[in-house]
């Protein structure tokens, strides 16, 4: 095996996992998500030489990533109404509490438009700094900010009609 296929073996060893996560907060279901980064890792294999030698080959990744989860909504159609997560959703043991709170953020998640999701996901979920999101998005911090800020205002209106309709 060639030293650059190593390379590559050794990345979706050591990255395929966080990618899958990332990619299920996007699209919220498991096998859209396996989909997701498998294609996903298929391009960055096709373009291993560039994706190395980037300054970062995970926002390089993550990019691609997001790339699929958009393509996948706008051949969808309607991207702005998202499925209900399926109830059978493969969840390791946990508290009946603790999946309550994960089905709703992932609801609440999916009720967003794809570019607040996203800077959503990579901010607070993937823990990437506000620079670090605008190179994955492609955008200025700014558009990080105010996509941000839209996004956490609408979560809360989320959690608060839910709230009121309990």
């Known amino acids: 095996m060639s030293r650059p296929q190593e390379e590559f073996r050794e990345f979706v060893r050591t990255r395929a996992a966080p ?14 998500a396996d989909d997701l ?36 909504w706008r051949r969808r159609g309607n991207s702005d109404s998202y499925f209900e997560p399926a109830g059978h959703e493969a969840t390791a043991p946990d ?13 609440a998640l999916l009720s967003l438009p794809e570019r607040q999701r996203a800077t959503v996901v990579l901010r607070y979920l993937e823990g990437l700094s506000g620079q670090e999101t605008a190179a994955v998005l492609r955008c200025s911090e700014g558009t990080v900010k105010s996509q941000t800020f839209r996004a956490l205002s609408a979560l809360k209106t989320f959690f608060i009609r839910e709230e009121l309709l309990l």
């Open 95 to 107: 508290s009946t509490d603790e999946i309550v709170d994960r089905s709703e953020l992932l609801r």
């Open 19 to 32: 990618l899958h996560r990332t990619a299920y907060l996007l699209c919220g279901d498991w096998h859209l």
């Open 37 to 72: 980064v498998q294609e996903a890792l298929a391009k960055t294999f096709r373009n291993w030489q560039r994706v190395r030698r980037a300054d970062s080959p995970d926002a390089y990744v993550r990019r691609i990533l997001i790339n699929e989860s958009n393509r996948y």
